[in-house]
T-cell receptor, first 117, second 114 residues
Framework: DAGVIQSPRHEVTEMGQEVTLRCKPI?????LFWYRQTMMRGLELLIYFNNNVPIDDSGMPEDRFSAKMPNASFSTLKIQPSEPRDSAVYFC???????????????FGPGTRLLVL | AQSVTQLDSHVSVSEGTPVLLRCNYS??????LFWYVQHPNKGLQLLLKYTSAATLVKGINGFEAEFKKSETSFHLTKPSAHMSDAAEYFCVVTSDTGGFKTIFGAGTRLFVKA
């Protein structure tokens, strides 16, 4: 299995531009998670989906952030407009999503390193 | 409320000596506990997890951790460090009572000296 695939791996953009991050979960996994990692705040869960449905987006920092999962094999995290404080590494993870979330192993992608100038 | 405290931001050991990375947690509900490792510029990889079965959990690469409810601890150990163990380690607590929550510790960076 190829594991969780994220693209792009690096993104440099200017403040005010739209940024779209992409994720392909492991085939057969029903749950997908988006995380943000910064030096100041560590790893934070932004949103997660189960069977393509957003379950909890309470971690999304503000309305500039949105996430979609149009099908079981693809998800996007969009920032519009982007700001310098959005600079971080964004991770996507997936899990089987058939038991309780609590006990399931999450498999992480390599991350997208975003720099907003 | 849940929280995770990794007691050391950095740990330095010599190759071949034991490793101890400390983690304390707080959870109002029965938690699951995980240790993940992150190598530079890589995603996180699961080392081991505790999900209310055996309290001593064995993971990959010779790591193990013991869940101690009385001490609210889940320390990660390895008898003999290898150079390839140099990485950042995250202790994670999850629960799904009242909605799924996952809390990551701040991380402990492990340095291994030759």
């Amino acid at each position: 299995d190829a594991g969780v695939i994220q693209s792009p791996r690096h993104e440099v953009t200017e403040m005010g531009q739209e940024v779209t991050l992409r994720c392909k979960p492991i085939s057969g996994h029903n749950s997908l998670f988006w995380y943000r990692q910064t030096m100041m705040r560590g790893l934070e869960l932004l949103i997660y989906f189960n069977n393509n449905v957003p379950i909890d987006d309470s971690g999304m920092p503000e309305d500039r952030f949105s996430a979609k999962m149009p099908n079981a094999s693809f998800s996007t995290l969009k920032i519009q407009p982007s700001e310098p404080r959005d600079s971080a590494v964004y991770f996507c993870a997936s899990s089987l999503g058939v038991g309780g979330f609590r006990q399931e192993t999450q498999y992480f992608g390599p991350g997208t390193r975003l720099l907003v100038l | 409320a849940q929280s995770v405290t990794q007691l050391d931001s950095h740990v330095s050991v010599s190759e071949g000596t034991p490793v101890l990375l400390r983690c304390n947690y707080s959870s109002s509900y029965s938690p699951s506990l995980f240790w993940y490792v992150q190598h530079p510029n890589k995603g996180l990889q699961l080392l081991l997890k505790y999900t209310s079965a055996a309290t001593l959990v064995k993971g990959i690469n010779g790591f193990e951790a013991e869940f101690k409810k009385s001490e609210t601890s889940f320390h990660l150990t390895k008898p003999s460090a290898h150079m390839s163990d140099a990485a950042e380690y995250f202790c994670v607590v999850t629960s799904d009572t009242g909605g799924f929550k996952t809390i990551f510790g701040a991380g402990t960076r492990l340095f291994v000296k030759a």
